[in-house]
């Protein structure tokens, strides 16, 4: 099958392991069979591949996630970058105009549009093959899924189908209700929207070519920032009549908030984490290198990252957006596409960062204008580069480097190396990059 | 007036703040009037000068402490230091032999000690200055302040008086009761022991004497590891028949666990911290450079520092000593006689640290075995000595040592350095020490 993942924005409602460059689904919480961590990212690709090996995965994001998505999940995966965000339509036209004509998939074949967060069992995946299945098979123009409602939510729009059967014809379409309605919605036979959209390729491409003036794929992606914003629901869904739902009765959990983060954890903590025996439903994720003691506490979720550290009380923890925009919120840790760093220091004219590169891998050839950098190599081998330059460098190596001199590092081994900064004005757009002729 | 000030031990119980090195009278928590935050043992220093500008303090206390404080006193305060803990009869004994031979304080003058760390108003230590007075008078071999009890408390011991009197003699002495048996002790007209003493010189030198074979303080001070723990209490109050005891009826608290010492907070917080109106008797104490969020907690204590974080229910938090047993606690901050460091990143191969040296200070000259070590100056003036070799330094400037190499550096004004340290066997006691000619 082929399925285009969406992975959205910047998720501050699970601060402060999400940053402007970690969004939720990349925090790795989930335990596995053999004890590692994976994230919500990891466990849909895995998910996905257990259904269906031989599928083609595409995710589409923004240019921030580009790294943390191969670094999780390898270069196998395609990667459909929207050079800026427009809302769900547009990203879905570039996405479809990207199979078709990178991909080369043909206009008969059908595509499916998953969000890349769900916390979901197996057969998730299987109700998502046959809603390619029967899109394929032309049974309507958009198949949709329709998960089961468990209790009267307000937080998701309703789909309310013709009939009872497993695949129904859609009658209508419900926005967010409040729980009265909802007990009124499900009385009906209504079911959530699980935001699950599958087609023929041609179909959205049609749709696509209907309501923006492009090309093909490289002329859209070049006039993306042009677009309007404009969600797929209310651009095709809605002005849709050929629609049918696939009902889905399984587990389906939208991990949206640390409340409901927290009960799909497999067990209270991850991370160093010592808990007494009158702690009660108490969840600890602590991503630093230093313990964290919980006493007598009851319903409380505690996170540490290298940004911050949020105490709270589960059912509050779901206002948390306004609190987080009033911090000072300086990113701290990032994945990039050749390892990670991690501020470790920072002064009013220096910051220190522990920079991790994977073997292999290199920054970009580049220099800074406003400050100078000294590296001191703690571990591994590689090579730096400085002014054009090449020298082998290893642990306890120094190479200081001038504002204005160009520079990159090569990871022959897994390289650790601690970079100081030294300047008045440090930003991280104080960089130019350059061509590396090797 | 001559006081003894006796700054103790180690003080697990107000984990993550104190550490081995770090006890918990040195942590700055209590705001004063100008906005800035002072510790117990500041606050205590800064009520004596208030009450007797012309005050001999003089601090008993182990090796380990001299350095924070001088950095939190200054270098005016006289420090006696116990070569090894002997408990507090050798340590008074010690103390008290150290201001007759080397302040050449005269035998007849009286004598006050009194432990660092009460949380108290103004007029105890004008209550310590009558018990003094009350001393040096000849008004008893021994002078002890009995504190008006507020509640039946099982945490202190109880002295009867003879009388109701503001001055009584002591009829008795009680160990720690239970809660009903202290009512029935208060009902007596019991008071709790402070554990203040006040003395002629003389006095405690002649029991020193009887009880210690030594000439003067340099002997005592060089035979200290052969001397019997021992408390005052045991080898010297129990035994005296002429002892009277001086009210006092003011504010007194012992903020030894969280839950006491949160009590004496002037705001809820100390540090980078957001708490939601949900809250309800929360303190936070955040010696992290990230911000802490809380939401709905009622009656917690949060605290974090570069060792650990706590987050405790109040009342639960008393019971922390066996938990900070089971953590692997690293000193990752220290303060020392030329400033102070914290650990920033622990590889298995390398540490690097924040090194913070105060202007006209230096490190001891000297050079590690099993290790190389790179400084990067961030910040500051000052001078190298590397192998005899002297050279200036400012921010920017890197020096590698390597293992076996001897080196010291001076701080013109403060100066900050990130220092690498790299070696298969980090240890705090690879270190070599070496005098240095200037």
């Known amino acids: 099958m082929n399925i285009i993942l969406l992975s959205g924005g910047s998720g501050k409602r699970l601060w402060p392991l999400s940053n402007d460059i970690r969004s939720k689904q990349f925090i790795q919480i989930f335990q596995t069979e053999d004890g590692s961590y994976e994230s919500m990212v990891q466990r849909v690709y895995r998910q996905i591949c257990a259904v269906d090996p031989a599928a083609t995965v595409t995710i589409a994001t923004s240019r921030s996630q580009v790294s943390a998505i191969h670094n999780q999940l390898g270069e196998k995966v395609a990667v459909c970058v929207e050079p800026c965000r427009r809302d769900t339509f547009p990203a879905i036209a570039l996405a479809t105009a990207y199979l078709h004509d990178v991909c080369g998939i043909s206009e008969e074949e059908p595509v499916i549009v998953c969000p890349v967060d769900p916390y979901v069992e197996q057969s998730y995946f299987e109700t998502i093959e046959e809603l390619g299945r029967l899109a394929g098979e032309g049974q309507a123009n958009l198949m949709l899924m329709g998960i089961e409602p468990t209790y009267p939510s307000e937080k998701y729009g309703y789909i309310l189908p013709a009939d009872q059967e497993k695949i129904s014809r859609v009658s209508t379409f419900k926005e967010k209700p409040d729980a009265e309605t909802a007990r009124d919605y499900i009385r009906q036979g209504a079911l959530w929207n699980g935001g699950v959209f599958a087609y023929r390729l041609k179909y959205v491409l049609k749709k696509a070519?209907?309501?923006i003036d492009?090309?093909?794929y490289e002329d859209l992606y070049a006039k993306y920032d042009t677009l309007t914003k404009i969600s797929f629901d209310y651009a095709v869904v809605e002005k849709e009549s050929d629609i049918q739902v696939l009902r889905y009765a399984g587990e389906w959990k939208d991990l949206g908030t640390w409340n409901t983060?927290?009960?799909?954890?497999?067990g209270p903590s991850v991370g160093e984490t010592l808990m007494n025996e009158t702690c009660e439903n108490v969840h600890v994720i602590n991503e630093l290198d230093v313990p964290i003691l919980c006493m007598g506490l009851k319903d409380v979720v505690v996170s540490a990252s290298p940004e911050g550290i949020l105490v709270s009380d589960k059912e509050q923890s779901s206002y948390i957006k306004p609190f987080v925009d009033?911090?000072?919120?300086k990113v701290m840790f990032a994945e990039k596409s050749w390892g990670s760093?991690?501020?470790v220091n920072i002064e009013e004219e220096s910051m220190t960062i522990k920079v991790t590169l994977r073997p292999g891998h290199r920054m970009n050839y580049h220099s800074h204008e406003r400050r100078d950098e000294v590296w001191t190599i703690i571990s591994g081998e590689g090579r730096t580069i400085v002014d054009g330059m090449e020298q082998p460098v290893q642990a306890g190596d120094v190479i200081t480097m001038q504002a204005g001199c160009k520079h990159t590092i090569i990871?022959?081994?897994e390289l650790k190396v601690?970079?100081?900064q030294l300047g008045k004005e440090i930003s991280v757009h104080d960089k130019q990059k350059f061509e590396?002729?090797?």
């Open 411 to 413: 990871a022959d081994t």
């Open 214 to 216: 492009f090309t093909d």
């Open 209 to 211: 070519h209907e309501l």
């Open 418 to 420: 601690i970079e100081v």
């Open 261 to 266: 983060l927290t009960e799909a954890m497999e």
């Open 326 to 329: 009033q911090l000072d919120n």
């Open 341 to 343: 760093f991690r501020v």
């Open 436 to 438: 590396l002729d090797e």
